[in-house]
């Protein structure tokens, strides 16, 4: 039956549960918890002051001083008992009350050269005592030079890596990780899948040497991974080591140089040696640009730290035996610049290419980082994937990261499309300035500018689709933008492609000239990018019929080379006049071809323009269809 009021056991303990854990009840209970106490200095010197009173006043005996005066006054009375004479003090015992019958005391000893004689006199006891300076003069010297050690030891041990920091200046800097810690596998690298294999063979090595070695083959001394940045190049690295279950050495190339010459080649022997003692294992050197840079191009002349360290590292590489179970591998997005004698055969065996993923890399590489995300129902990764041409593996976590910030920031219990749509805007465009103002004719102009840029690219065949139009200021100088969605990607362009990418880019330039009769500098920008694509297309490409099918720009120059080096023209002032005519050509029959289609469309373009400055952003299907309904 029911207890406790009418309430059953269970019900009684579930209220006294709630009670217990409700918002008031743990406040109660914090608050009568009694207050934490923090360590202060103030408590140590307290104490220790304490302890310092006590020891004087009443573990010590107390000595009084007195006057010379009253030492004579106690002697000729006969109550000095024993004395010590020093150089400058005098020390003794003289009688006191009868609770207390001697009481020690102190006083300056005085030139009296008849004190001797009147202590023979009265008969007292007394020695003498020689004070050597010799001990206060060491503690005068040991002292500040303690304290100066002290500093210079501190001082080393920021600039060292722990200890003696001067002492371990020739120590490598390397991390390394032990099998367990790495924790990175080919699980989680996508869009690479290429690269994946060509290192699956290092791992089989460092797996099963045996394999290998009985048929006399020999793996890779080192392999190379190049690639743009944010391609998953480090990543790829601690996959090979977590795969592997083999020690993961991992340093920068910049940490090998110091202002000190030589520590730099201490520091890649110090390296190699931890390495041999830890085989198998992986020594992953990142940002080889830093350290391997081609030598021989010193502007100041002299010697340079740099290249002994580099050289210490290439006699290394070359002395080190293949079959001992160390690989190094290493990774630079400036292959151009390192030098030639580290991409020999017997170094840097092999390089692998990390190149930007395509559509189904980056679909996969989204599913990688959204793993740990709670996704809404709507959101198609495809689509996502498709809206980010170029984007590299770094370019993609960092999406899916805005993403997860902009649903969290708007207490949403999922990340939904319209957070990923956000998040392209503000990694690609920027910021979003809503607090910038700007004049209802910038607005109009603005408004005009990006219609032209849609328009134009939905009226011409090789152009990609419009996803959204916006006139929403972003970044530093982006007043609005056009946003295109490609149907695929694109590693080869034909000639009508290009030119139909230069019609885009001209629209809303042109689109100014239509309305306004003049021009702003919006068009900054979109004149820098279609001149380029000009002048690529009339050097570079030969796709102009008046110059016929040669380059005339000569092969990139190695970044190595002295800022002030300018190379020499492989074509004469004539073909150049020639070449600014022809990119000049290319230019102005663009113009006319986009001033014809705006032209013919100017009804859709005031309707477009209006639309964009009362709703500010505009998506490509309504677009489409004003554009049909101005057709019909």
Not at 350 to 376: C, F, M, T, Y
Request: charged content about 25%; proline content about 5%; aromatic content about 6%.
């Amino acid at each position: 039956m029911p207890v406790n009021g009418g309430k059953a056991p269970l019900e009684d303990l579930k209220e006294k549960f709630r009670a217990l854990f409700t918002p008031g009840s743990l406040q109660k209970k914090k608050d009568a918890l009694p207050p934490k106490t923090h360590f202060s200095i103030w408590y140590f010197l307290i104490t220790f002051l304490l302890i310092v009173y006590l020891q004087q006043y009443f573990l010590s005996p107390k000595v009084e001083t007195i006057s010379y005066s009253q030492f004579k006054q106690n002697l000729v009375a006969g109550n000095v008992t024993k004395l010590i004479i020093g150089p400058e003090n005098i020390n003794g015992t003289i009688k006191g009350l009868e609770k207390k019958p001697e009481q020690a005391f102190i006083t300056l000893r005085v030139d009296d050269p008849n004190l001797v004689k009147e202590l023979d006199e009265h008969k007292i006891d007394y020695s003498g005592r020689y004070e050597s300076k010799l001990i206060s003069s060491i503690i005068s010297w040991i002292i500040p030079i303690g304290i100066m050690f002290l500093i210079w030891r501190f001082a080393m041990k920021k600039m060292g890596t722990g200890g003696m920091g001067v002492m371990s200046f020739g120590k490598s800097k390397a991390k390394l990780f032990a099998e367990n810690e790495t924790m990175v596998t080919f699980a989680d690298v996508a869009g690479i899948d290429e690269a994946k294999e060509e290192l699956q063979e290092v791992v089989e090595f460092l797996k099963n040497p045996a394999k290998f070695q009985k048929l006399g083959g020999r793996i890779p001394k080192g392999v190379l991974l190049v690639g743009p940045p944010g391609t998953g190049k480090t990543l790829l690295a601690k996959a090979v080591a977590g795969e592997a279950k083999v020690p993961f050495f991992s340093i920068s190339g910049s940490e090998f140089v110091e202002m000190f010459v030589g520590v730099g080649a201490s520091r890649v022997r110090d390296l190699f040696s931890q390495a041999a003692s830890q085989a198998p294992c992986i020594i992953f050197i990142d940002e080889l640009d830093a350290l391997g840079k081609a030598r021989g191009v010193n502007a100041f002349g002299g010697n340079d730290e740099r290249e002994q360290t580099l050289n210490q590292l290439l006699v290394e590489m070359d002395g080190f035996e293949s079959n001992k179970g160390v690989i190094i591998m290493s990774a630079t997005n400036r292959p151009e610049i390192l030098d030639p004698a580290l991409l020999r055969p017997g170094r840097f065996d092999r390089q692998v290419l990390l190149d930007r993923p395509d559509i189904n890399g980056r679909e996969a590489i989204l599913k990688i980082h959204s793993r740990k995300v709670l996704l809404g129902p709507d959101v198609d990764l495809r689509k996502i994937a498709g809206l980010v041409p170029g984007f590299a593996g770094a370019d993609l976590a960092n999406l899916v990261n805005e993403a997860a910030l902009l649903a969290a920031r708007k207490d949403k219990e999922t990340v939904g499309a319209a957070e990923f749509d956000a998040a392209i805007d503000r990694v690609v465009g920027g910021l979003e300035k809503k607090n910038r103002v700007m004049n209802p004719q910038e607005k109009e102009i603005v408004a005009f500018h990006e219609s032209g840029h849609a328009i134009v690219a939905e009226s011409v065949k090789h152009a990609d689709r419009v996803h959204k139009i916006s006139i929403i200021p972003r970044g530093i100088a982006a007043l609005g933008y056009t946003q295109q969605q490609p149907t695929e990607d694109r590693y080869l362009m034909t000639r009508p492609e290009l030119l139909d990418r230069l019609a885009v880019l001209l629209g809303g330039r042109v689109a100014e000239e239509l309305v306004f009769g003049e021009i702003s500098t919006g068009a900054q920008n979109d004149l820098q990018r279609a001149t380029a694509i000009a002048r690529s297309m009339v050097a570079e490409y030969g796709m102009s019929d008046r110059l016929g099918l040669v380059t005339y720009e000569s092969a990139r120059q190695p970044m190595f080379l002295p800022e002030n080096y300018t190379p020499n023209k492989t074509y004469s002032e004539t073909m150049a006049t020639q070449i600014d005519q022809e990119i000049s050509s290319v230019m102005e029959q663009t113009h006319q071809r986009v001033r014809n289609i705006l032209s013919e469309r100017r009804k859709v373009l005031d309707k477009l323009a209006h639309l964009l400055s009362e709703k500010e952003i505009v998506q490509g299907d309504e677009l489409r269809q004003m554009l049909s309904d101005s057709t019909n």
